[in-house]
């Protein structure tokens, strides 16, 4: 079951204060019935509703041909929506060339002219915009700066005496330097290798936190999404499956599309017996009977997919401690240094990961051995019947 964005009327800033905004501070970014067709039968793009907050940053993630990317090029104007309108500070974007938009935008490629230096590169956009000799000097130095470049050590440099990460600082520096009110970025850390994307997942955040400016992000790292966002929109086939901050998406997905797609999950299916209270008992192909957070079930439901995280499995459990306890067969354990990974046979699926910590003396499990495991049911949620 999609999840509108449209619903999502409150937005909470990151430390959970309450905010007082207007209208269009809470709607500076609006997507209103937005759809686009390259051919003109196909939508790559299901009548968007989507509120952007000015001072937020937002991440579109899916993987890929879902729409996520061709939302962003149609917000920065290098696509044309086929239906509805698109609006900054609640004015209508539609018809405005991307030049005009005063936008900073950030690509994987870094899109950095090579034949000019670093701050040749920086005050490029403020030439455009007819500034003087001095607002651009001091701007380019505050970029550099922002980026953590500056000192002049890096100004002279052409693009090609940079490292990746130093080409990334550089892009990120020049979608800044003309201090838009909105910037995106599309994939920009995907060239990089994982310690440096990590480091710079980081500095992006802290830029966005220090700056309050808005970003709009693209990817298909939830890693990425989790780590630096306000709100997550899932994309999946052309349409937003839940808008939420990265904690709700991880803890309560709304459908199997999203437990699967965040995070590592658990799936059991199962015939539901009755639903009472939010909760449902469900049977599952052993006979075993386990209870759930009714997500998006009813009674009605003759099917549902359980979705229970890695980490919240125990094995061998204290008796009582956890309402849903089964049989399980160990089929390999993994050590990954801070964690062991252990996969085990339950009710028949031999894909059901355990995730426990690495604990000095902890006795480690062997391939074939019997136990139990167990978990909570509200740590366990009955979502949509699995497709056949």
């Excluded at 809470?26 to 009548?47: A, H, I, M, N, P």
């Excluded at 890096?154 to 990334?168: E, I, K, V």
């Excluded at 008796?319 to 354990?333: F, K, M, T």
Aim: net charge negative; with cysteine.
């Amino acid at each position: 079951m999609a999840i509108q964005a449209e619903e999502e009327a409150v937005y909470s800033a990151p430390s959970g204060e309450s905010v007082n905004r207007n209208e269009t501070d809470l709607r500076f970014v609006q997507f209103d019935r937005v759809q686009k067709s390259y051919d003109g039968e196909t939508l790559v793009v299901k009548d968007l509703n989507l509120d952007i907050a000015r001072g937020e940053f937002l991440t579109m993630l899916g993987p890929s041909g879902s729409g996520k990317t061709t939302c962003l090029m149609m917000l920065a104007g290098f696509e044309t929506a086929t239906h509805g309108d698109i609006r900054l500070g609640g004015r209508p974007i539609n018809n405005i060339p991307p030049h005009k938009r005063g936008i900073g935008m950030v690509f994987q490629n870094y899109a950095l002219f090579p034949h000019m230096t670093v701050a040749e590169n920086l005050a490029f956009p403020l030439q455009v915009r007819k500034m003087s000799k001095v607002d651009i000097k001091a701007k380019v130095e505050r970029a550099l700066d922002m980026v953590q470049m500056g000192g002049g050590s890096f100004a002279g440099r052409r693009p090609g005496q940079l490292s990746g990460g130093q080409q990334q600082r550089v892009a990120l520096a020049r979608a800044l330097v003309f201090e838009p009110e909105l910037v995106l970025m599309d994939e920009p850390l995907g060239a990089l290798d994982k310690q440096l994307r990590e480091h710079m997942q980081y500095e992006i955040k802290h830029i966005h936190e220090n700056l309050g400016v808005t970003v709009v992000y693209v990817t298909h790292d939830q890693t990425e999404a989790l780590t630096m966002s306000d709100r997550v929109a899932v994309f999946n086939d052309g349409v937003i499956q839940q808008l939420a901050p990265p904690a709700d998406l991880y803890e309560r997905p709304m459908n199997s599309f999203v437990a699967q797609f965040i995070g590592e999950n658990n799936r059991l299916e199962g015939a539901v017996q009755a639903v009472s209270d939010g909760v449902a008992q469900v049977r599952l192909s052993t006979g075993d009977l386990v209870s759930a957070v009714a997500v998006n079930i009813d009674s009605g439901a003759s099917r549902t997919q359980l979705s229970i995280r890695p980490e919240r499995v125990e094995i061998e459990p204290d008796s009582g401690e956890h309402q849903n306890v089964l049989p399980a067969v160990v089929e390999e354990v993994i050590y990954l240094g801070d964690h062991l990974r252990t996969r085990l046979r339950v009710a028949g699926d031999d894909q059901f990961i355990v995730k426990t910590r690495n604990r000095l003396g902890s006795r480690r499990l062997a391939e074939g051995e019997a136990v139990r495991i167990g978990w909570a049911t509200e740590d366990c949620r009955g979502l949509d019947a699995p497709i056949t």
